[in-house]
């Protein structure tokens, strides 16, 4: 775990106890990663519907598994004090795009959701 104080510390917006707080949450939240992943795709599946056929079920997976890719990423930088501008983007992530890229006029819906 790194334990030096994270940029918002160092340009105070945030006191130590608060990063300590921050960093003990999303360790917490970590915990139930795939069942936020499960709801914010669901959310996401909702209001946009292009990205996905409710009936193509691979299509529905790589939105799950670059919807979980993406929050686990963020909340572990979180929990580990890692900067957010030294994290590449996760795979699934990558990989969603990759399909979604293929299908033009998917793209612009992609970048909303």
Do not use: Y
């Not at 921050?22 to 499960?38: F, K, N």
């Not at 929990?79 to 033009?104: I, M, T, Y």
Request: hydrophobic share 50%; aromatic share 2%.
């Amino acid at each position: 775990m790194n334990t030096a104080p994270s940029s918002l510390t160092r340009r105070g917006l945030l006191g130590g106890d608060d990063e300590a707080l921050l960093r003990r949450l999303a360790g917490v939240l970590m915990t139930d990663l795939d069942g936020i992943a499960d709801e914010v795709t669901r959310r996401v599946l909702e209001r946009h519907t292009a990205l996905a056929a409710v009936d193509d079920a691979d299509a529905v997976a790589a939105v799950r598994h670059s919807t979980t890719a993406n929050i686990g990423a963020f909340l572990s930088a979180l929990a580990f004090g890692v900067p957010a501008g030294s994290v590449d983007p996760p795979q699934g992530a990558l990989e969603l795009v990759e399909r979604v890229a293929a299908e033009s006029d998917r793209l612009p819906v992609l970048l909303r959701a």
